[in-house]
């Protein structure tokens, strides 16, 4: 993860959301997300233990929402986590970052500036 992404000031996301996933995703049967880190939701899905239930926050997310944070298990998230982007990561608006951020006080990042239009530019 880059320093300058805003989800390591953030963690809104994990602290707002239940993460749930397709249990196949458990390290017991082959995946990479530790099992003793997840509660039964379904037949078929788990979540992260502490989102299940509100107020949400995942167990592995250390740190305080907004000031700084990490995940401990980064390289061994799920598939929702991993699918998850802050809004304007990959140039498109995430409504639910923005929800999930005001939930916490936290203003909606702001999609990056563009050069061509700055009023600085000359032409």
């Known amino acids: 993860m880059s320093s300058d992404n805003p989800c ?15 249990w196949g995703e458990c390290a017991s049967t082959g995946g990479s997300v530790p099992d003793d880190l997840t509660v039964q939701i ?3 899905h788990v979540a992260m233990k502490g989102t299940e239930a509100n107020p949400a926050r995942c167990v592995s997310l250390l740190g305080e929402v907004g000031c700084g944070v990490r995940c401990t298990m980064y390289e061994q ?3 929702s986590c991993r699918d998850f982007e802050a809004s304007w990561a990959d140039g498109q608006h995430n409504p639910r970052c923005d929800a999930a951020r005001a939930a916490h006080g936290l203003p909606p990042l702001s999609p990056p500036e563009r050069p061509e239009l700055s009023p ?3 032409a």
Do not use: I, K, M
Not at 9 to 19: I, K
């Open 8 to 22: 390591l000031t953030c963690g809104a996301c994990c602290a707002f959301f239940r993460v749930s996933f397709f």
């Open 42 to 44: 379904s037949p078929y």
């Open 77 to 79: 998230r799920s598939s």
């Open 120 to 122: 600085d530019r000359v």
